[in-house]
């Protein structure tokens, strides 16, 4: 069946359909790359070759599928054009691009999504999208602290995130039950932290060495995702102070946790053997990751005082801008004058926070993550096997009726960095798992981060969304069967 010019997620800007210009590609057709887009134009052949079964060549020369650059475009915007002669995909750089053949591969059936051949001719609707993203900042959180992830798996969470345009992927990589990405300077963090027994329930062992983060980083960066390493601290921090004792206040390496218990692990403030670690740490991370953010936590610091926790994340904030990163942290950093880069992340469901709106004023970019809206890991109902519920339970109706600048008092449209939808791992044991929190979900975050305000509405969100259930089948990605959508 062929599918509306509009039927996609995130919507679109604009949609001007042209019923009489529809197009089919076929056996012969080909793909047409202009200068800048090669690396789109074979992403395009390689999603498209092993459900078509079609040979679809790219070159430089003509074809029913074109791929161009306009330097009048933003980076992001795209336009998609369809006439009855073929596919023009144009794109402000390489990523407006990538965003639009994840338009183009949602108005294809949903065989477009499998691995085994469907080698039938497959007809697009004719008409013009022009589209460009509300918020710059479009993401997703993993937690592999709690529980561990392996490369493909994180590669296969990325594929499945930039198909909604999600572009950046922030991955919690430390916290009380594991220590998951090798520091050199610091090796027994993976050693003993980062080893068998590690992870909520001693379930999750694994870590990543530096090759295999830098594999991630460069993977999802042929998808235009950004990764944002997360160190956690000065809370969240037994397992590294299981791996070096001197990190306490005693010397005294406290006991392996594997619980699920939050807020009773704390570095040092007013040791400087705290500072030499997270330099070392924050410096070998930064050189590590290419993108401009860092993320250091600051949340649930329970077991820091007042005035311990403003003195640390006044000390380490220079730490990161003096490696080149932007600091990211959880809200709670608001406490203390941030510099003007940093950006704090809302994640409570209070409908207030004095120091997030007091950073807004001051000019800092905020990213929404209001748990009660945005938090992946929260019961879709009471009786769900997996999650938890101390944000509420969290339907896809309820994540999709949210608008990130009206959530806060004081932190409006021009405040907003973006909005994340953060996974925390407690309750997952594995990939299925992982999807199975995520979709339905997410692309309601993808839509509330892409689309304007004007242009989303629930009844034709969940109808757009019950499509997506023949692509994940297509695709083996698991999902949540969601009764507020009428699944097709």
């Known amino acids: 069946m062929t599918r509306e010019l509009g039927d996609v997620i995130p919507a679109p800007g604009e949609v001007r359909p042209d019923a009489a210009a529809r197009f089919t590609i076929g056996d012969g057709t080909a793909i047409s790359a ?14 498209l070759r092993p459900a078509t079964g079609f040979a679809l060549p790219v070159s430089d020369g003509p074809g029913g599928i074109g791929l161009r650059l306009d330097e009048a475009l933003d980076d992001e915007e795209y336009r998609l054009e369809i006439g009855t002669s073929g596919v023009t995909l144009t794109g402000g750089a390489p ?59 994180v590669k296969s969470y990325v594929d499945s995130l930039a198909q909604f345009k999600i572009n950046h992927l922030h991955l919690h990589l430390t916290d009380d039950q594991g220590w998951r990405l090798e520091i050199e300077s610091w090796p027994k963090l993976t050693a003993i932290s980062g080893g068998d027994g590690t992870g909520v329930d001693g379930t999750g062992p694994g870590f990543y060495t530096r090759a295999d983060y830098t594999e991630i980083i460069a993977y999802a960066a042929t998808r235009f995702v950004t990764i944002v390493p997360e160190i956690d601290m000065p809370g969240h921090v037994n397992a590294a102070q299981v791996a070096y004792p001197e990190l306490t206040a005693d010397g005294v390496a406290p006991p392996q946790r594997t619980d699920v218990e939050v807020g009773y692990s704390s570095l040092v403030a007013g040791k400087e053997e705290t500072y030499a670690f997270v330099d070392d740490v924050v410096r070998e991370v930064a050189a590590l ?15 820091t005082t007042a005035e311990d926790y403003r003195a640390f994340i006044e000390r380490v904030l220079p730490m990161v801008t003096r490696y080149g990163k932007r ?35 001051r000019g800092n970019k905020v990213l929404m993550s209001p748990a009660d809206r945005t938090y992946l890991d929260m019961k879709y109902t009471a009786d769900s096997s997996l999650g938890l519920d101390w944000a509420g339970l969290l339907d896809v109706e309820k994540a999709y009726g949210w608008d990130p600048a009206e959530r806060l008092p004081g932190v409006g449209e021009e405040s907003v960095l973006g909005v994340e939808a953060p996974l925390w791992s407690e309750t997952l044991r594995s990939l299925a798992d992982v999807q199975t929190m995520t979709f339905p979900r997410l ?46």
Not at 119 to 143: H, S
């Open 34 to 47: 202009a200068a800048g887009t090669e690396q789109v134009a074979a992403y395009l052949a390689d999603v």
């Open 95 to 153: 990523v407006g691009l990538f965003h639009a053949v994840q338009t183009l591969r949602q108005l294809l059936p949903a065989e477009v999504f499998a691995a085994t051949p469907q080698p039938v001719d497959w007809t697009l609707p004719g008409g013009t999208i022009a589209d460009r993203p509300r918020f710059g900042y479009r993401g997703a959180m993993l937690d592999v602290a709690r529980h561990f992830f392996t490369v493909d798996e």
């Open 289 to 303: 990751t290419p993108g401009p953010y860092l993320h250091i936590g600051g949340d649930e610091a329970q077991a």
């Open 327 to 361: 600091p990211m942290g959880w809200h709670e950093m608001a406490a203390v004058d941030l510099p003007a880069s940093a950006v704090p992340q809302f994640w409570r469901i209070e409908a207030a926070d004095e120091g997030t709106a007091r950073a807004a004023a």
């Open 443 to 488: 692309p309601a975050i993808a839509e509330i981060g892409w689309s304007r305000r004007e242009h989303r509405d629930w009844e034709s969100f969940r109808r757009r969304l019950a499509a997506c259930g023949p692509r994940w089948r297509a695709q083996g990605v698991a999902f949540h069967p969601a009764p507020e959508i009428p699944w097709a």
